[in-house]
């Protein structure tokens, strides 16, 4: 089974740092990783997809970059919307799908 | 408007059986492989169980196998998970979703095992 590993696991940031996550899975996965932003009591929402693809209506202070195992996702500047839960998910088989573990990001 | 809607859960004693839904609109719901995720409270998100378009193939997480059946009905645009011999680790909003070549994800539906 492929695994994600996320770091870090908490982040504390001003509004306007440069902020970057990483993910690493356990095996290549290609390009088949997704960002997704998570805020308490709300589903998921998508930010990137195919590693680096802007999901339409995402500001594009969001990048994301990666292929193979190593993937990052990058807030350019930070704002006060963007604190919030990150989960990089890998869907490279239908047979399983993997989250990372979660990166929050807190206020300094 | 792409949207997914769950329904179904509750609180149930460990043991215990329910059958969420997921109602979905607004796109060819028969097209796409289906989803069911769920959080834990104050946990991350953990993938559950995956039906493909037909209903042919589907995968799960080895904590509810045997326990837990994904199925679909295309005709009413319908996605359900059946659980049973509940425990209290199945806890948790569970969210029916679409992310394999379309991303929507419903509200999430809160299931509470507990006596």
């Known amino acids: 089974d492929i695994q994600m590993t996320q770091s870090p696991s908490t982040l504390s940031a001003s509004v306007g740092d440069r902020v970057t996550i990483t993910c690493r899975a356990s095996q290549s996965i290609s390009s088949w990783l997704a960002w997704y932003q998570q805020k308490p009591g709300k589903a998921p929402k998508l930010l990137i997809y195919?590693?680096?693809s802007l999901e339409s209506g995402v500001p594009s202070r969001f990048s994301g970059s990666g292929s193979g195992t190593e993937f990052t996702l990058t807030i350019s500047s930070l704002q006060p919307d963007d604190f919030a839960t990150y989960y990089c998910?890998?869907?490279?088989?239908?047979?399983?799908?993997?989250f990372g573990g979660g990166t929050k990001v807190e206020i300094k | 408007e792409v949207q997914l809607v769950e329904s179904g859960g509750g609180l149930v004693q460990p043991g215990g059986s329910l059958r969420l839904s997921c109602a979905a609109s607004?796109?060819?719901?028969?097209?796409?492989?289906m989803t069911w995720v769920r959080q834990a409270p104050g946990k991350g998100l953990e993938w559950v169980a995956n039906i493909k378009q037909d209903g042919s193939e589907k995968y799960y997480v080895d904590s509810v196998k045997g326990r837990f059946t994904i199925s679909r009905d295309n005709a009413k645009n319908s996605l359900y998970l059946q659980m049973n011999s509940l425990r209290a680790e199945d806890t948790a909003v569970y969210y029916c979703a679409s992310v394999y070549g379309m991303d929507a994800w419903g509200q999430g539906t809160t299931v509470t095992v507990s006596s």
């Open positions: 607004g796109f060819t719901f028969s097209r796409y492989w």
């Open positions: 195919k590693a680096s």
């Open positions: 998910q890998q869907y490279n088989s239908y047979s399983r799908l993997t």
